[in-house]
């Protein structure tokens, strides 16, 4: 089989396509024939030693898939050969076939194709516990999506809305919060990107102070960090939540923690990965409610592009550059 590898730490051009022997599945493993592979901001950190999991060299990027089963292992009882699932597997994702413990696959519905199922866990599961889990969003606050129009960011845009919400989505173009307002954001809100200097902070917490008649948003959710969190934090409601998702601008912010005690807010840290392994019948019950939502036509993943395994290296700078709409997947060129 063909599989995407990172033999040496390096930008996206360092990767090369290798035949491999096909995996085995070992006791309680499945083997999937993969048909979409979805691009995620981690697999960008995975290939540069920047990510906190650093699977041994050499290892193909790539940690949400979806695929047939078409091996099963000693003990495996959830799923049999031919199924259709969605596999979460932190990496390995970028190859033909993969070997994946049976409690890390979820079946996919009839009526979700390959390309949409690879794109839909990692993201949709993140930003449900966010909002669900961490924030226990009611219906009526005011959300605010940070980097709106990436995949995590989309993904809290429609689950605001099924929870209830009023959604605030910003964004650094118009095309992207035009894709925002697609997908049922209720206002939108432009800032500019790159570094913000104080000034600029400070226009961005008046133009979100604005948006919510001076209150304030009742739950941020920020997967960029950088200067654009200290920002938000300032335009915090009484007694709001700042989810703390992710850090895609680069630089991780010292925020001042007499904010959290002005306000009387609550910074909250959002790590879907370990929350799946600490508390995995939540996880499934979880992933039942969203695949529910989808089923009844209440989230419909944005998949702007597909690349195949050859153009590995542009999906990957596409997404370092911050040009993603929602998700992007790649497709095995068999």
């Known amino acids: 089989m063909k599989a995407v590898l990172c033999k040496e730490y390096g930008p996206p051009e360092t990767l090369v396509i290798e035949d491999v022997p096909s995996p085995e599945p070992g006791k309680g493993q499945v083997v999937l024939e993969v048909h979409a592979a979805a691009v995620n901001f981690p697999d960008v950190l ?58 890390r696959v979820t079946p996919i519905p009839e009526e979700m194709d390959y390309t949409t199922a690879s794109a839909f866990l990692m ?18 606050e005011t959300l605010l999506v940070l980097g709106a129009a990436g995949g995590v960011g989309l993904a809290a845009v429609e689950l605001g809305k099924a929870m209830g919400a009023k959604v605030i989505a910003a964004a650094s173009s118009e095309d992207k919060l035009a894709v925002c307002k697609e997908h049922g954001a209720d206002e939108t809100l432009l800032y500019p990107s790159g570094a913000l200097d104080k000034e600029a ?72 990965g370990a929350f799946t392994a600490r508390e995995p019948q939540r996880n499934q019950e979880n992933l039942q409610e969203l695949m529910d939502w989808f089923k009844a036509g209440k989230l419909k993943p944005h998949v702007s592009k597909t690349y195949k395994f050859e153009e590995v290296a542009d999906a990957l700078n596409d997404m370092a550059a911050r040009k993603v709409k929602g998700k992007i997947v790649l497709v095995p060129s068999r």
């Open 201 to 272: 902070q400070k226009k961005l917490s008046d133009q979100i102070k604005e948006l919510t008649g001076g209150n304030g948003a009742d739950v941020v959710y920020d997967p960029v960090g950088g200067d654009y969190s200290e920002a938000a934090l300032r335009a915090t409601n009484w007694e709001g939540r700042f989810l703390v998702v992710g850090f895609a601008s680069g630089p991780i912010p010292k925020i001042p923690l007499n904010l959290a005690l002005l306000k009387g807010c609550q910074i909250v840290g959002v790590f879907w």
């Open 123 to 140: 993201t949709y599961g993140t930003s449900h516990h966010a909002l669900k889990d961490r924030a226990q969003i009611k219906p009526g």
């Open 46 to 103: 995975i290939i540069e030693n920047k990510y906190q999991f650093k699977p041994p060299l050499p290892f193909s990027p790539g940690g949400e898939v979806a695929g047939k089963v078409v091996k099963v292992g000693e003990g495996v009882t959830r799923v049999k050969e031919g199924d259709r699932v969605i596999g979460s597997c932190g990496w390995g994702g970028f190859a033909e076939e993969i070997a994946i413990d049976e409690g």
